[in-house]
């Protein structure tokens, strides 16, 4: 932490790798690093794309950010 307000931003990277172990990292055996990059990789795909999010008002990550990027109308 070397600013003030900083552990707010570590709060995100904390939760999502809380997500990432325990529904991804402890539940498999990996045999190897590449294996587990593929795994964790699969994980945050889905994560992304398909896992809706309570905080996001049960979207995906995807969904929120996209449907935020669309034009807003302009009324002439």
Same mark, same amino acid.
């Given at each position: 932490?070397? *600013?003030?307000?900083?552990?707010?931003?570590?709060?995100?990277?904390?939760?999502?790798?809380?997500?990432?172990?325990?529904?991804?990292?402890?539940?498999?055996?990996?045999?190897?690093?590449?294996?587990?990059?593929? *795994?964790? *990789?699969?994980?945050?795909?889905?994560?992304?794309?398909?896992?809706?999010?309570?905080?996001?008002?049960?979207?995906?990550?995807?969904?929120?950010?996209?449907?935020?990027?669309?034009?807003?109308?302009?009324?002439?």
């Amino acid at each position: 932490m070397d *600013g003030r307000g900083a552990w707010k931003d570590n709060v995100f990277v904390e939760r999502l790798w809380r997500s990432i172990k325990y529904e991804e990292i402890y539940l498999r055996a990996y045999a190897s690093v590449p294996d587990a990059r593929a *795994g964790i *990789g699969r994980y945050l795909s889905f994560y992304n794309a398909k896992r809706p999010h309570s905080s996001l008002d049960r979207q995906t990550p995807d969904q929120a950010y996209f449907n935020a990027l669309q034009p807003i109308p302009v009324a002439a």
